[in-house]
């Protein structure tokens, strides 16, 4: 079982800004399945995806990994050995746990986890890209930034998918 969120159970005294570090990256897993209903579901959904989406030599992005479920449930599903995974988050707490995480599981697809800002990763070759919950923690002229490139690209892939809630 996961270790349980307790992050913000005691009042904090002064509150900093939220960052994915080791505290965050250990209790994550609660956290998602709290905050974000139907979040296996949507983890799910994305390996169907990619099952369907995912090409022969191509590569699948993961932007905003965390701790690489969505990577995870891509691998499981893609069944072309010569398509990659990249994840990418720019939390080394979440790198670190989601390289643990991808290597404890095997699949067809390789899988490379990169410690990066999203908004600085190339992205070539895609049949897939995947922002799971990532938006939110961009600035809006950033999100929009983003998702012009990956719309600029479209022309060349499949699929993008892009699950997030912004107020």
């Given at each position: 079982?996961?270790?349980?969120d307790k992050i913000f159970a005691a009042p904090i005294e002064k509150m900093g800004?939220?960052?994915?570090?080791?505290?965050?990256a250990e209790v994550f897993p609660d956290m998602i399945q709290r905050s974000v209903p139907g979040y296996s579901?949507?983890?799910s959904a994305i390996g169907m995806l990619a099952?369907?989406?995912a090409t022969p030599d191509s590569h699948i992005y993961d932007l905003g990994c965390s701790?690489?479920?969505?990577?995870?449930?891509?691998?499981?599903?893609?069944?072309?050995?010569?398509?990659k995974i990249i994840a990418v988050d720019n939390s080394q707490a979440m790198v670190e746990?989601?390289?643990?995480?991808?290597?404890?599981?095997?699949?067809?697809a390789d899988v490379e986890v990169r410690e990066a800002?999203?908004?600085?990763?190339?992205?070539?070759?895609?049949?897939?890209?995947?922002?799971?919950?990532t938006l939110q923690f961009l600035?809006?002229?950033?999100?929009?930034?983003?998702?012009?490139?990956?719309?600029?690209?479209?022309?060349?892939?499949?699929l993008d998918f892009v699950g997030e809630i912004l107020l």
């Open positions: 079982m996961a270790n349980q800004d939220f960052t994915f570090d080791a505290n965050v579901n949507i983890i099952k369907r989406f701790l690489g479920a969505a990577t995870l449930s891509m691998r499981r599903h893609i069944p072309h050995d010569s398509c746990r989601c390289r643990l995480h991808v290597n404890a599981y095997r699949g067809a800002d999203i908004r600085d990763i190339e992205i070539a070759n895609a049949s897939m890209v995947v922002l799971n919950f600035s809006p002229d950033d999100r929009q930034t983003l998702l012009t490139r990956i719309y600029q690209l479209k022309a060349r892939w499949d």
